[in-house]
């Protein structure tokens, strides 16, 4: 699944990114996908995925959030920004409803 985005993305960029978008499934602003999950999904390794990331962070595309288990680092979530929800097939609708916030 290709999605065609109107911002200037990097090859690699937008594999990631599609591969992002494709494992968003629930509800808008909802994610629980990491670097590992998009590395086993378009098989590019976690440390590149993971300078991809930093790329769309800059970008203000993604954004990063770490996760704790009793103080202990768990995951670090990747979170589609608000203004890019118009790219994911089902979030588009809910972009400018006030009770999304941004992540």
Excluded: C
Excluded at 11 to 27: C, G, H, K, R, T
Excluded at 31 to 46: F, N, P, R, Y
Excluded at 53 to 66: C, M, N, R, T
């Amino acid at each position: 699944m290709e999605i065609k985005v109107m911002t200037n993305f990097t090859e690699l960029e937008q594999q990631v990114l599609d591969s992002l978008i494709f494992n968003l499934y629930a509800e808008p602003g909802f994610s629980d996908v990491d670097a590992k999950d998009l590395s086993k999904e378009t098989g590019i390794s976690t440390s590149i995925v993971r300078g991809v990331l930093s790329s769309l962070v800059k970008k203000g595309v993604v954004s990063i959030q770490a996760t704790e288990t009793y103080g202990a680092p768990v995951y670090q979530l990747i979170y589609l920004q608000k203004a890019f929800w118009h790219l994911h097939p089902k979030w588009a609708e809910y972009q400018d409803h006030p009770d999304y916030l941004y992540y």
